[in-house]
């Protein structure tokens, strides 16, 4: 009973918003609150980046917008819809972890294919797409090579390529380059942004490294203590 | 204000099923065989004990524990575990560091020969010893026969492989970075071993520690058959009882005590284990092992003394199995085909009976386990899941601790009228045998689940992956390794099972180790001598089954 008129509040609070909307997000850990009463808006095709030291909460946040952490207050929507009872799977927020977590098992046209396999495509289609998509991060004809064979550089382009390839709204990075060394991790920051302006996906990145922020972002907002502190055009 | 409080109601909305709810569905089967085949027969036990003529009657309680006779077998049971114990730990660790660490020509052989003892059927062993040991025997000179020195080797002997698995397994993990890190600030190579290494091996070699003594402590076959009517331990005297002396009060008396025993045992293991730090483990890369150093002799001549160990009585066994009447023969593997006197059926039919019911036992077990370690291994967020599913892990190590012999003669007493009468149905002694390997089952399966990266799903989940989906794609392609190895495991278990078999079994179909143990207690040198044979082949079929288990490369089989 009490469902209906709050999603009724819901929508009139925020149903002007596209794209992604954070309102008053906490999480909590027993007595430690790691993401402290944060608001956060991502336009449509826009890139935010999260820039703060490690442990102040920012890992946290992009996994509550995935629904991996259950919030502690507030809401988070997309469009104006409150995704409190849609379950990760069913978001359409791919997320892109430090380590890449490939399956180890599948190859690498596999991994990169995960998405596309779910929304049903198969055959030539799913080839065609998988070869796209790794055209698109420049490891053309690497589709049979055991992941774990490939250097960590090519392990995340894979990562990369695999998360654009599940047709997110959203792509949540985390940390997605401070594995690498710090050659390759300017290289890619420079790929990472040219993939995510052509594919006009939306994208929260979330790091601790200053340049990489500025280069792929659109925006860059500091977060620290679980709080988000300000926000720099 | 309304509307904050709509706006809590409205996050919370929809609680969708979680873990632990998964967890307690996929227990609902095992938890109900559980219930059945164990805690129906264990109470079956304790109430002909203690409610003998339907009422209670603790007078018993302090009768029994008054006997001197049962003073002796406690504390014979407590100082030949305790002392087995250190011997095992004192033999273990060496081997383990050289067969874990070390550089040595055939270490994969020798890991292999280390390890089999441990699937061997007590029975076995104990009569490998007595070939061994006997007056007419290899050894016979040492006048070993029937001392409480030959039921400690034999003990040793098993028990070797659960410290070099477990504690060896926990060395592969440590990161050797943290060990060089101590050297590399001066530490000389004993320092790092008491400062560093000790302390991260702590937890493995605990629970190695109380894993072996309650293996020692709960022993049967082997005391059974070195033992004779001079050594008892709380496990054959529950036998005695039972069976010689129809004392079911003395016996679930002890049945109780033993129980107590176990479970404090665990508890306080299991807390010291938690005790430990964390130290840093290492990912899938083999680390280097160490070229051999004038150093490393002492742990090499344990190593050397372990193999004779094991060696010993396999060879004095087949020695002996090849002759009679002081001539070397085959006679003692002919006559395995021949119908023996007083049993009725062949060796090679005993082996057939006890291969069926081992298929069976290992199929159940290996079902009911991976359910179990499924269940276990789910990941609740809340305290509350957590603690369920500890409770859960732990129900299902129950049959480890309470005596083989209990739930015998328990099945027997409850499972003998409607409406589960089962007392003639082939069913009954795959089903005891299967809660007897689940606990095993469980800890080989269960473990490697664990190690899979939870964010492996998460991954998958937010690519668009239901929990089927993920499942299938994170956790479905490393479980069939250890579900093989843990089939070939349960197999060699079941194989060997003596303690519940010998309540259940038909007098005219017995399986082998029945049968060896039978023929043992006859004197024609004709029936030894097959006795011995038959000891053999079946250490061979549990041997051949172990080998191939070890080529799958699981190393939580036997691990705790």
């Known amino acids: 009973m009490g469902g209906v008129p709050s999603r009724l509040a819901g929508a009139r609070t925020s149903g002007s918003g596209k794209g992604l909307r954070c309102e008053d997000v906490s999480v909590t850990f027993g007595e430690l609150r790691a993401v402290d009463h944060v608001d956060l808006a991502v336009a449509p095709g826009e890139v935010v980046a999260v820039l703060g030291p490690s442990g102040c909460g920012k890992s946290t946040l992009l996994r509550a917008v995935a629904g991996l952490e259950p919030l502690a207050s507030g809401r988070v929507l997309w469009h104006g819809e409150d995704l409190a009872g849609t379950a990760t799977h069913r978001r359409g927020f791919a997320m892109m972890f430090q380590d890449g977590q490939l399956f180890g098992h599948l190859s690498v046209a596999r991994n990169v294919g995960y998405g596309a396999r779910l929304r049903g495509l198969r055959g030539s289609a799913l080839d065609a797409e998988v070869a796209r998509l790794l055209d698109l991060v420049g490891l053309s004809g690497r589709g049979e090579d055991d992941p774990l064979t490939l250097s960590g550089g090519q392990q995340q382009r894979v990562a990369l390529a695999r998360s654009l390839g599940a047709g997110p709204r959203l792509i949540l990075l985390d940390e997605p380059l401070s594995a690498l060394d710090r050659e390759l991790r300017e290289r890619l920051a420079a790929d990472l942004r040219s993939v995510l302006a052509d594919s006009g996906t939306s994208a929260i990145l979330v790091t601790h490294d200053h340049g990489e922020a500025e280069v792929i972002a659109d925006r860059v907002v500091q977060m620290e203590a679980g709080r988000l502190a300000s926000t720099a055009p | ?560």
Do not use: K
């Open chain 2, 1 to 560: 204000m309304d509307g904050h409080h709509q706006l809590i109601g409205h996050v919370r909305r929809g609680p969708r099923p979680g873990p632990t709810v998964a967890a307690l569905l996929l227990a609902v089967v095992p938890l109900a065989f559980l219930g059945v085949f164990f805690l129906l027969p264990l109470g079956g036990m304790l109430t002909r004990g203690f409610v003998p003529d339907g009422q209670l009657d603790l007078g018993a309680v302090g009768d029994v524990l008054g006997r001197s006779r049962t003073a002796r077998v406690v504390g014979f049971t407590l100082g030949i575990s305790t002392l087995a114990t250190a011997v095992t730990l004192a033999l273990g660790l060496p081997t383990a560091f050289a067969l874990h660490r070390l550089a040595i020509p055939g270490a994969d052989a020798l890991r292999a020969l280390v390890i089999m003892p441990f699937v061997m059927p007590a029975v076995v062993v104990g009569v490998l010893w007595r070939g061994l040991l006997a007056s007419s025997g290899p050894l016979g000179w040492l006048g070993l026969d029937g001392s409480w020195v030959a039921i400690l080797l034999a003990m040793v002997f098993f028990n070797v492989a659960v410290v070099v698995r477990t504690v060896g397994a926990a060395w592969d993990g440590l990161d050797p970075r943290t060990a060089e890190a101590a050297a590399a600030l001066g530490a000389p190579p004993l320092h790092v071993l008491r400062t560093v290494l000790l302390p991260a091996l702590r937890p493995a070699i605990l629970s190695a520690a109380s894993v072996v003594f309650l293996f020692c402590s709960t022993a049967f076959g082997v005391v059974l058959t070195l033992g004779g009517l001079r050594y008892a331990t709380i496990e054959t005297e529950i036998y005695f009882l039972t069976t010689s002396l129809l004392d079911l009060q003395g016996a679930a008396v002890l049945s109780v005590l033993q129980l107590v025993a176990v479970v404090a045992l665990l508890w306080v293991t299991e807390r010291a284990r938690r005790a430990g730090r964390g130290v840093r483990r290492r990912g899938r890369r083999e680390s280097r092992r160490l070229p051999l150093r004038r150093h490393h002799l002492p742990a090499l001549a344990v190593l050397g003394a372990v193999i004779a160990l094991i060696l010993a009585p396999l060879l004095g066994g087949l020695a002996r199995s090849l002759r009679r009447g002081g001539e070397w023969t085959l006679a003692n593997y002919a006559d395995l085909a021949l119908a023996q006197p007083g049993v009725g059926v062949s060796g090679w039919q005993a082996l057939g009976t006890s291969w069926r019911i081992a298929v069976d036992a290992a199929l159940l077990s290996v079902v009911l386990g991976l359910l179990v370690s499924l269940a276990v291994t789910r990941r609740p967020r809340s305290r509350t899941g957590r603690s369920l599913l500890a409770g859960l892990d732990a129900a299902f190590m129950l049959p480890l601790g309470v005596s083989a012999v209990t739930i015998g003669f328990g099945f027997l007493i409850t499972l003998d009228r409607p409406p589960l009468d089962l007392r003639s149905s082939p069913v009954l002694i795959p089903i005891a045998q299967a809660m007897v390997a689940l606990p095993l089952v469980v800890r080989t399966i269960a473990p490697v689940l664990r190690h899979v990266d939870p964010r492996q799903g998460e991954a998958a989940a937010t690519l668009g992956a239901g929990p089927l989906r993920r499942w299938v794609t994170v956790e479905l392609p490393v479980l069939w390794r250890p579900l093989l190895a843990a089939v070939g495991f349960a197999l060699a278990v079941s194989l060997g099972e003596f303690g519940a078999t010998s309540f259940l079994i038909r007098p005219d179909d017995p399986t082998m180790p029945v049968l060896v143990y039978r023929l043992i207690g006859r004197p024609g040198a004709a029936e030894q001598g097959t006795a011995m044979a038959a000891a053999v082949v079946l250490a061979a079929v549990t041997v051949a089954v172990m080998a191939l288990v070890e080529r799958l490369r699981i190393s939580s089989v036997g691990a705790f």
